[in-house]
């Protein structure tokens, strides 16, 4: 299958899109157009090749996180700065629509989420990449590509960008 990655504009077809998570739907329907508009985060949509019909999306921004509340083993680890927060990008949603699951399209569009974090880190600041888990089907899907848990908030997982960096092997 070929999909392609582009920012989310008003001449994508978004009325047809439809997963398990009817927030998530409602967002692509509704406020994704407006997110960017307002300076609040990239919003981006996966299309077949030559086609406008969304396929999947995902929404990425910039946030920072507290080292407080950081796994242990990130900080001590050696790499981490010691500042009281840290940069990160907050990959706030993704979903493909229902009729794509189980095609990989899932897994693609993280791969596309993670490697622009990764591209912008030195540029902009990111030293792990945060994602929300909306249920636990989610946080299997992000656990399974190794996203850890952070203590005390059981709805987001982090992922070092070293370990991103080494995953996706750039
Ligand atoms: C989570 C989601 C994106 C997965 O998308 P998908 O296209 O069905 O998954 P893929 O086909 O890309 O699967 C890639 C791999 O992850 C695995 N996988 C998929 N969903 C999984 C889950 N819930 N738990 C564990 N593994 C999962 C697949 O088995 C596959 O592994 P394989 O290659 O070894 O067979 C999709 O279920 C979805 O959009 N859900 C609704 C929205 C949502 O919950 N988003 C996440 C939180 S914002």
Redesign the pocket.
Known sequence: MEWIIEPLDKTHDRAAFS???LG?TRFLQGQALEDPQRLLGGVYAACESGSKHVC?YYAISSYLIARSIMPKEVKQHPSMPRYESSPVFLL?????SIE??????????LVSALTRASLHAESLGCTAVV?????E??R?????YGFMDIPDDKDRLYMTMLAIRASLRL
């Open positions: 997963c398990e998570e998530l999947g706030g949603r993704l979903a493909r794509w699951k189980g095609k990989g399209l899932g897994e693609f569009l994602v929300d888990t909306i249920s089907p989610a299997n899907f992000y656990h399974r």
